[in-house]
């Protein structure tokens, strides 16, 4: 309750293909995928291991705290929504894992923000928000992302067949009208027969990592509880700084932001669910509460 405000809702829907040869010429991915990939071959990575490709399509919304007041609100964040693609390389060497991702998109009107929250507080019941005609101006955005991962124990047979623990450390960084930043965090997991993988933290970009496993796909159930932490250097932030180009609502920005969670992770088969809550330090002065928001993950390997 009273929650809903600052990053008050996204999704996103993501596409992974299996281990790859190259990404312009396998026929696992579809033709259109090759075809993109031959005019971003530049991201792709060199030789590794294990190397596959992303692809998500997502929304997210933010809002200021008082959903009433139709004015614009000075000493709180602008209205903004985002709209936007992603593709993704992955590219593995047993523990170590370096992911590109170039985002484009959407910010303002276009990204249907306002349409999307509306018709969900209409389904809940709940007031609407007055003031989205003081959103950001229409704005084709972009951002390339870089993050490497390591994981430790390196070996993933360890902890397959029973009780085990594992660490996952990133760093990286982002370029774009999006959000600039550079990064760095960890996470610690602890559970029964743990993945092959990187880690569950999907409102890092990187951070719901679906890199090809070693070892295929585990047997039975598993589940692991994981608690995961980011700290960032913000140099622009579109959804607090306004827009690029053109006059907008802007509010002062923090340099530096952490942010620290925790979550529980239940795989079967194919199948995987992630449940998280997550709090972060205030994003911008004036701030009047410490930003706290959950994420729900529903994976299913085809």
């Not at 299996?18 to 579809?30: E, G, K, M, Q, S």
């Not at 930043?181 to 970009?205: I, M, T």
């Not at 039975?220 to 994981?226: I, P, Q, R, V």
Request: net charge neutral; charged share 25%; with cysteine.
């Amino acid at each position: 309750a009273g929650q809903d405000q600052g990053y008050t809702n996204g999704f996103g829907m993501t596409l992974v293909s299996p281990n790859l040869v190259d990404f312009t010429d396998d026929p696992c991915l579809p033709r259109l995928a090759r075809a993109v990939n031959r005019y971003l071959e530049r991201l792709h990575p060199g030789e590794f291991e294990q190397q596959n490709m992303v692809f998500s399509f997502g929304q997210a919304i933010y809002t200021p705290t008082d959903k009433t007041r139709r004015d614009l609100i000075k000493d709180d964040r602008p209205y903004a929504a985002i709209l936007a693609v992603n593709f993704g390389y992955n590219a593995r060497n047993q523990d170590r894992l370096r992911t590109t991702q170039l985002l484009l998109g959407m910010v303002g009107p276009s990204a249907q923000g306002k349409q999307v929250q509306d018709a969900v507080h209409d389904a809940l019941g709940d007031e609407k928000f007055l003031g989205w005609d003081n959103q950001l101006h229409d704005e084709p955005v972009f951002r390339l992302l870089h993050e490497r991962m390591r994981r430790w124990p390196g070996d993933a047979t360890v902890n397959a067949d029973g009780w085990g623990w594992d660490a996952i450390s990133h760093w990286g960084g982002a370029l774009g009208t999006l959000e600039t930043h550079a990064n760095a965090g960890a996470e610690v997991r602890f559970g029964w027969k743990l993945p092959d993988d990187f880690g569950s933290s999907p409102l890092r970009p990187a951070g719901e990592n679906t890199a090809p496993p070693r070892y295929g796909l585990g047997r039975g159930w598993s589940a692991h509880l994981f608690l995961t932490s980011d700290a960032r250097w913000v140099v622009r932030d579109i959804t607090l700084d306004g827009n690029t180009f053109r006059d907008s609502h802007s509010v002062k920005k923090r340099p530096f932001v952490g942010e620290a969670g925790f979550g529980l992770a239940v795989m079967r088969g194919k199948w995987k669910f992630a449940l998280a809550r997550y709090w972060s330090t205030r994003e911008f002065d004036l701030q009047k509460q410490t930003p706290v928001f959950g994420s729900f993950t529903i994976s299913r390997r085809l």
